[in-house]
DNA sequence: GACCGGTTCATACCCGAGTCGTGGTCCCCC
DNA sequence: GGGGGACCACGACTCGGGTATGAACCGGTC
């Protein structure tokens, strides 16, 4: 886990509780956005918590950049910060916390997000949801997955180690569509490749269903 | 998943069988070692069952050309073929079972390999294990991971979602040496390129515990 | 010493992967 | 009806991945 925030006495006591969960490694801190992009381009931890008042080009494009280097970012805010917060999960965060939060909660909360859940603090889902009524109306559907249901298809079938013309098969298009499918979430998921695209599907995407890898007809 | 055998009964009775697991589907059936070479490339099914009857040019050499298709060669033997047995499993296969084996059994052994592991019967592990003594002292650990500690190494970056540059880097090697070492631990794992190994690796060295993705140093 | 396997590296080659630009469709909004 | 903006599909192009081959060095075993 990579902890970001702007307060070190903060990144301190953050570090200070989750030591007495063994199971949730803090392997870095960051003061300011451009650190916590280097070390998460680095590092590549599972969970990246975030500071809303975090100095940088901006909470949701850092929350962007950092979910595109394949950690899952959950926010830490303090009171009066719902519209960033709104923003932020919009980006691609996967929870938010508030800097008040229990211990327990805390360590609970990144343990759900781990398990692939979001993780919103009760006192400010209200706004939330006023947010998102009052937003847009497609709604975009940036708090779960960014990618439309055909990337989303081609991503999957990635994830199993199919070839693009496996997948053109499977299908029923060309490679060529195949590729572009792949080419656009890759860059709306900041990956660079159809192997960091497996590893992220595979990750987020946590097995135990008896799925079949092979080019089977199903 | 393909089957491959010279007994047509056989093969239709293994049909029947795994026609009541509905996650293993059988795409094709072989008759001999060129059909099967010849399906195995073209339809890339995740699984070959193999018997030790099969016609050609031997069956360890058509374990390894099918292995070297990416698929994973599960043996089908009769009493008293121990010798072939081995050979083939040094050649690549992934398991063997007797042709005498229960419906569950069949079915319960294929998915285990479909998981990574390896399916041996216990009526042929007494004499596998003799031969592997009197065998090579090396021992060759084809029951775990055939990948020497480099080749290991090197997966795991990839597992990462590194490229070959990158890798060469950290372990302070060519970029030719890299792909060297890919090279040869997609062969023995059976796999096709760097996408499936990436899968592969992050599916044997399973999450859980409190892992860490990154390089994290400690 | 001969042999074998592992590691390292270079060169050359083929092919798949990924990018880019284009065109089509649908839907929403003015 | 005419933008505008998505998503989808596709072809041409460039580049990195993967293989083949050959070679050198080192550490073991026969």
Same mark, same amino acid.
């Given at each position: 886990m990579l902890i970001c925030d702007d307060h070190e006495v903060l990144r301190t006591g953050l570090r200070a509780v989750l030591r007495w969960a063994p199971d949730l490694v803090v392997v870095a801190e960051a003061a300011d956005a451009d650190a916590a992009l280097t070390l998460a381009a680095e590092l590549r931890p599972e969970i990246t918590l975030v500071g809303? &008042?975090?100095? &940088?080009? &901006?909470i949701p494009e850092l929350v962007r950049a950092l979910t595109a280097t394949g950690t899952r970012v959950v926010l830490l805010g303090e009171a009066g910060s719902g519209g960033d917060m709104v923003e932020a999960l919009r980006a691609g965060a996967r929870g938010y916390v508030h800097t008040t939060v229990s211990s327990e909660r805390l360590v609970d909360g990144v343990r759900a997000v781990l398990r692939g859940e979001t993780l919103l603090d009760a006192t400010v889902t209200g706004e939330l949801l006023h947010h998102l009524d009052g937003g847009r109306p497609g709604g975009e559907a940036a708090d779960r997955n960014p990618l439309t249901a055909r990337q989303q298809a081609v991503s999957e079938l990635v994830a199993e180690g199919l070839t693009n013309a496996e997948i053109a098969a499977r299908l029923q298009v060309s490679r060529a569509t195949v590729k572009g499918h792949i080419t656009v979430a890759l860059r709306r998921l900041g990956l660079r490749d159809r192997t960091q695209l497996a590893i992220h599907v595979n990750r987020v995407t946590r097995p135990g269903d008896g799925r079949q890898v092979g080019p089977a007809n199903g």
């Open positions: 809303l &008042g975090t100095q &940088g080009p &901006g």
